[in-house]
Nanobody, 126 residues
Framework: QVQLVESGGGLVQAGDSLRLSCAAS????????MAWFRQAPGKEREFVAA????????FYTDSVKGRFTISRENAKNTVYLQMNSLKPEDTAVYYC???????????????????WGQGTQVTVSS
């Protein structure tokens, strides 16, 4: 069974930075696409970023392009989300997700993703 554990969230001011980590256990992540989603109160879970199994391709939602960077360290079975220039609208619970299918990108809809962490809260004050 795959387990994903997020960490690194917190309360920051607008313009600050945070780095989220997602540590995987139960299997190696080196052959799987990984992603970050977020969910604000009263809103649907939305795609933030994804990185393919090799790390050669990344995807971002438009609102975070140029501010967020997704990366992975397969040797540590960990995925990161570096978040710079944070804005109040980035406030949400951030979730790490993994596909169960090797070398496959499920897309930007949250429903096809198979494994999820418990989430970490990011709050950005203005």
């Amino acid at each position: 069974q795959v387990q994903l554990v997020e960490s690194g969230g917190g309360l920051v001011q607008a313009g600050d930075s945070l780095r989220l980590s997602c540590a995987a256990s139960g299997r190696t992540i080196s052959s799987y696409t990984m992603a970050w989603f977020r969910q604000a109160p009263g809103k649907e879970r939305e795609f933030v970023a994804a990185i393919t199994w090799s790390g050669s391709t990344t995807f971002y939602t438009d609102s975070v392009k140029g501010r967020f960077t997704i990366s992975r360290e397969n040797a540590k079975n960990t995925v990161y989300l570096q978040m710079n220039s944070l804005k109040p609208e980035d406030t949400a619970v951030y979730y790490c997700a993994s596909s169960a299918r090797m070398k496959w990108y499920p897309g930007r809809d949250w429903r096809p993703w198979d494994y999820w962490g418990q989430g970490t809260q990011v709050t950005v004050s203005s």
